[in-house]
């Protein structure tokens, strides 16, 4: 059906765009970042953002922020009144909370 090609082919260019994935020919074949993504369960977005960002990393403390700005965690939800407690956390972090965070 219309539908599934069209789901399909919007897959295939946004591995491809993600660098997950190669096409030549009509054959379909993984990269590298394809591999660890799919080795570690990780979203196609969160290895191409981590391989986009490696060379910035010059401190634990971007580590921490390009990690923490993973698709993985975005789905994460906070539970009922956990946003206060977060916040009253976030007081005592080594280094701060992002703006999206508390």
Request: net charge negative; with cysteine; proline share 2%.
């Amino acid at each position: 059906t219309d539908f599934l090609s069209s789901l399909v082919e919007r897959t295939l260019q946004d591995l491809e765009d993600s660098e997950c994935i190669e096409i030549e020919d009509e054959a379909v074949r993984p990269t590298t970042l394809g591999r660890i993504a799919g080795y570690y369960y990780l979203d196609y977005s969160t290895v191409h953002m981590f391989s986009q960002r490696a060379e910035e990393i010059e401190s634990e403390e971007v580590a921490i922020e390009v990690v923490s700005d993973a698709q993985e965690f975005a789905e994460l939800p906070v539970r009922h009144n956990e946003d206060g407690m977060n916040a009253e956390l976030a007081k005592t972090l080594r280094y701060g909370a992002g703006v999206g965070g508390m």
